[in-house]
């Protein structure tokens, strides 16, 4: 089946200006990908890569400088408030709650927002509480929540509106292990039972693994990575070789490593590195040869979506790789 795009980010561009400084930022510089319906997408870099610019500008906080945010084929320029419509936002550090309203009085408050009948807007308030596990606590005030109960509830409430698309920032930052993975069950099942689109930024590399199918990946405000998750591990998967040596590398041979495999990692008797060229491996066996440094044995060496995410980063930096994928 054709896969439908429900946004469209295309060449997007934002530069601040300093406050006080004359100094421009050019946070987000020609930034473009594609959101499919029915997906979970990472936005993922460092920090300071353009993320926020991006979110803010695809749900109307931000005024882009050039280029433009499609939302169903509706240029979010011109039919602001018809485009935002498919789309609600939980931003990190904005939780959209009233802190001195109960649970259930905040959803009862947005809810009481959007013209339905009592018994209707009962029903969902019901079937929030029981999926987001707030039953509980229905009674409590905001300000009295857990912080991750306080991030279920904020997407809760972002849920009232029924929109088709999610955007969530940093949903599980500060959260422990086991609330971070009742929020990413929750999300699991809000895509696979209510069909939602969710774009995620994040810094939160298993929440990326386990749950987005695609991530793009954002440096320096370009896009360097647009991928499946799962090809770009098995990409540098394929790459990827840890060499045991049974001898100790010399300083001369160390330097070789660093200046031919810029992504290396050197481990008492193993080495770590990622193949770029057809004869990288022949460089490496080389450099150890020249100081008849014994290989014990080769292997293939698996990574994880951390590992890529830091290789394409550096990558990126160093010589402007761009994976992005038409
Ligand atoms: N209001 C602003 N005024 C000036 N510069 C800004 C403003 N907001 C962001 N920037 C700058 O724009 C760049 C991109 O910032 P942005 O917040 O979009 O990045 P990010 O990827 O979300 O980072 P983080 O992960 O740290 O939140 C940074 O250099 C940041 O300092």
Redesign the pocket.
Known sequence: MEKEKIIEVKDLQKI????KMKEL?Q??DGVSFDVYRGEILGLL??????????IKSICGLLKPNGGAVYINGLDSSKNRLKALNDISAVL?GNRNLYWRLTVKENLEYFIGNRGVSRKQAQGKINELLDLFNLKSKENELVSSLSRGMQQKLAIAVALLADTEVLLLDEPTLGLDVETGYEVREMLKRIVKEQGKTIII?T?DMPVVQDLCERTVI?NG?KVIADEKVDNLIKLFESRAYCFTITDELTEHQKMAIQENFPIYHINENQIEITLEKDDDLYIMMDILKEEQTHIEKIDRTTVDFEQVFMKLIKEGSENETVLASS
Not at 45 to 54: E, L, R, S, Y
Request: zero cysteines.
């Open positions: 601040y200006k300093k406050r930022v946070a987000v870099g460092p920090n300071g890569a353009g993320k926020t610019t991006t990190e930024s810094h954002i405000g």
